[in-house]
């Protein structure tokens, strides 16, 4: 196997979160089947103990995390099934900002298959 791209992950996560995660995971499962190693500060940062999304200032204190670490990946994987959402736009933003490379993806109305079951 040759190793695997970096990447940084786009999704929503604020709204409906436990459907946000579930398609974040099935978003890195694509990323892992087509050859991305992914990193996804949102599914990280906020749970349980660690940041509260909800409090603005650890909600800042979260993106601004997540874009350093973004920067040092390869490229950002936008997926946009269901839209982008501010937080998105930041990092799409801050990855023109530095010329990353950007692709963008959608699963489909199906995205649910991509998890593993």
């Known amino acids: 196997?040759?190793?695997?791209?970096?990447?940084?992950?786009?999704?929503?996560?604020?709204?409906d979160v436990e459907t946000n995660l579930q398609y974040l995971r099935a978003a890195m499962r694509w990323c892992v089947l087509n050859g991305y190693s992914p990193y996804a500060s949102h599914g990280l940062l906020t749970q349980d103990g660690v940041l509260d999304?909800?409090?603005?200032?650890?909600?800042?204190?979260?993106?601004?995390?997540?874009?350093?670490?973004?920067?040092?990946?390869d490229l950002r994987i936008v997926f946009e099934d269901f839209g982008i959402s501010s937080g998105m736009q930041r990092g799409i933003a801050h990855a023109k900002s530095i010329n990353q490379g950007i692709i963008y993806v959608r699963l489909g109305d199906q995205w649910e298959k991509w998890l593993k079951k």
């Open 1 to 15: 196997m040759s190793k695997a791209l970096t990447s940084a992950i786009e999704s929503p996560y604020a709204g």
């Open 53 to 73: 999304d909800d409090d603005p200032e650890e909600r800042e204190l979260g993106i601004k995390l997540g874009l350093d670490m973004a920067a040092r990946t």
